[in-house]
């Protein structure tokens, strides 16, 4: 059995790397090679722990294996250990041995940035220029640096719920050499080509009043039953995209438009349609793009496969009899 643990993937796992896993699953998933299995969530009545599974097999890249972990909301104060903790375990397709055990906090973040990316670079117009983004928490600036790689963006703009933590966004755009400017939710539709919403929320923050005619909108947050980052109505108005229906339909953002009545299940497209080419994706400049990325077990399979075999290649890997 393998083991990476968790200090090591930030040396081994570049954003290309996490990339080219997760777009190559979406694939998968749409031409029926891989599949997500149900998600487990529980408050486990103690610490205020949410705990749960995530899992799949991709056939293709014989990924097989599930993402143990959750939200522990006093660590950072109690342990000084952050408050999402995850880990990965691999398991051989042929066998059903444990194969290996990988970090999974940074894998999170890489393989939920690259999904938005993956978006950005099969659905936002060629010409996209203003990045406007709403959420400054831990995962905005990943979200940040992998969308940058995808168009040439000349300003980034930003929104937060507490404004007080822009200043992370405007850091990482400093750092980019990029512009970045904090302005109202009406400039930031305004003004934006692509928008990005990682979030937390259980209200929408973008209305549908908000956005105008082109833009392409990665809602990155909702991934719970009762959370919600932008209008319903914004759903009923968009070509809706997803990495998997059924939990876009369920925990996603779609949770809501489809509960409305707003949308059907028919309307959302698997990414992975527009990647294989068996749907067109964006067809017009003046269409609204939604993907809406609710996360899934096989994503996290798919970057964790890549890690082991970087670990490997690198000599970093640990092995041990099990
Ligand atoms: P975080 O706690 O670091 O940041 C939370 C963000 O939400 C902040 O910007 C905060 O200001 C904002 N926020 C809080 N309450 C709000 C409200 N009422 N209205 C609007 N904004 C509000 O969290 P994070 O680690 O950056 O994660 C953000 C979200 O992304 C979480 O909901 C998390 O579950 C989700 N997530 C999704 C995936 C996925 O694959 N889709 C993966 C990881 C995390």
């Given at each position: 059995?393998?083991?990476?643990?968790?200090?090591?993937?930030?040396?081994?796992?570049?954003?290309?790397?996490?990339?080219?896993?997760?777009?190559?699953?979406?694939?998968?998933?749409?031409?029926?090679?891989?599949?997500?299995?149900?998600?487990?969530?529980?408050?486990?009545?103690?610490?205020?722990?949410?705990?749960?599974?995530?899992?799949?097999?991709?056939?293709?890249?014989?990924?097989?294996?599930?993402?143990?972990?959750?939200?522990?909301?006093?660590?950072?104060?109690?342990?000084?250990?952050?408050?999402?903790?995850?880990?990965?375990?691999?398991?051989?397709?042929?066998?059903?041995?444990?194969?290996?055990?990988?970090?999974?906090?940074?894998?999170?973040?890489?393989?939920?940035?690259?999904?938005?990316?993956?978006?950005?670079?099969?659905?936002?117009?060629?010409?996209?220029?203003?990045?406007?983004?709403?959420?400054?928490?831990?995962?905005?600036?990943?979200?940040?640096?992998?969308?940058?790689?995808?168009?040439?963006?000349e300003k980034i703009i930003g929104w937060n719920y507490h404004p007080d933590m822009l200043p992370r966004?405007a850091d990482v755009a400093a750092e980019l050499n990029i512009p970045f400017e904090a302005v109202s939710?009406?400039?930031?539709?305004?003004?934006?080509?692509?928008?990005?919403?990682?979030?937390?929320?259980?209200?929408?923050?973008?209305?549908?009043?908000?956005?105008?005619?082109?833009?392409?909108?990665?809602?990155?947050?909702?991934?719970?039953?009762?959370?919600?980052?932008?209008?319903?109505?914004?759903?009923?108005?968009?070509?809706?995209?997803?990495?998997?229906?059924?939990?876009?339909?369920?925990?996603?953002?779609?949770?809501?438009?489809?509960?409305?009545?707003?949308?059907?299940?028919?309307?959302?497209?698997?990414?992975?349609?527009?990647?294989?080419?068996?749907?067109?994706?964006?067809?017009?400049?003046?269409?609204?793009?939604?993907?809406?990325?609710?996360?899934?077990?096989?994503?996290?399979?798919?970057?964790?496969?890549?890690?082991?075999?970087?670990?490997?290649?690198?000599?970093?890997?640990?092995?041990?009899?099990?």
């Open positions: 059995m393998i083991i990476v643990p968790e200090k090591e993937i930030a040396g081994l796992l570049t954003r290309a790397d996490a990339y080219s896993a997760v777009e190559q699953v979406f694939a998968s998933m749409s031409k029926g090679n891989a599949y997500n299995f149900p998600v487990i969530r529980e408050a486990i009545g103690y610490e205020d722990a949410l705990y749960g599974f995530k899992g799949g097999f991709d056939k293709s890249g014989m990924a097989l294996g599930l993402k143990a972990g959750g939200y522990w909301p006093n660590n950072l104060e109690k342990h000084g250990q952050i408050n999402h903790q995850s880990t990965v375990f691999l398991f051989d397709p042929d066998t059903g041995m444990v194969k290996a055990m990988v970090g999974g906090n940074l894998l999170t973040a890489l393989r939920t940035a690259a999904a938005s990316s993956v978006s950005i670079n099969h659905l936002a117009r060629k010409d996209a220029k203003v990045l406007g983004m709403i959420g400054a928490g831990h995962q905005s600036v990943f979200q940040l640096r992998a969308a940058v790689e995808q168009r040439d963006f966004l939710l009406e400039e930031l539709g305004a003004q934006a080509d692509v928008i990005i919403s990682i979030t937390s929320a259980f209200a929408p923050s973008l209305m549908d009043t908000h956005v105008r005619p082109g833009t392409h909108i990665a809602c990155m947050g909702t991934d719970t039953k009762g959370k919600q980052e932008v209008a319903a109505a914004l759903l009923a108005r968009a070509t809706v995209f997803t990495d998997e229906i059924a939990q876009s339909i369920t925990i996603g953002e779609a949770q809501h438009a489809i509960a409305a009545g707003l949308i059907t299940q028919g309307d959302i497209t698997e990414i992975g349609a527009v990647i294989n080419g068996t749907h067109p994706g964006r067809s017009t400049a003046d269409e609204i793009t939604l993907f809406d990325g609710t996360g899934v077990g096989l994503q996290d399979l798919a970057v964790a496969s890549s890690i082991v075999d970087l670990a490997i290649a690198k000599g970093v890997a640990t092995k041990v009899d099990f």
